[in-house]
Every structure is written in structure tokens, then in C-alpha cells.
């Protein structure tokens, strides 16, 4: 079991509390559970990361697919080997 250490108070406004209230109730987890896993979606620990590779993937020179056809055909090669 995971041991929180820090206590952080936030204020809300009643729009926002009843959001993350209503998530939770769907969720059947508490508000705080509901704000921890916004924190981790907004700000992922592994950022500097997902940055790197954003930037490899944008700047990556243009490469060749082929055609539907044959990209259909490696996909079911692929899920045929699974």
C-alpha cells in the first residue's frame, strides 16, 4: 500500500468540486484518488521522456508505408503469428 507523505489543500469552486465529485462517485474512488490521477495524466513523471520522443517523431525523416494493401496484409501476417 502506497503511503502519501504530503498533505496539499486546494480550493475549488463548486462547478469544479461537483465535476471531480460526480468522477468520482462514478469511479467509486475518492475526490482525492480522482485529483491524483489528473495530476498523473497533466503532468506525467516521465515528461523530459515523452518530450525526447515527441521531438525524435517530429523531426524523424520521412519513410515509406507502402500501400494499404500491403500494410493490410503485414497486419494480418502479424495477427495471425499472436
Known sequence: MCM????????????RY???AA?????????AMVIRDAIDVALPADIDERRAAYEAILHAAPMSLG???????????AHDRV
Open 4 to 15: 502519501y507523505e504530503r498533505r496539499l489543500q486546494v480550493l475549488l469552486d463548486r462547478a
Open 18 to 20: 461537483e465535476r471531480v
Open 23 to 31: 468522477q468520482a462517485r462514478r469511479r467509486r474512488v475518492s475526490v
Open 67 to 77: 500501400s494499404p494493401e500491403e500494410l493490410r496484409a503485414e497486419l494480418d501476417e
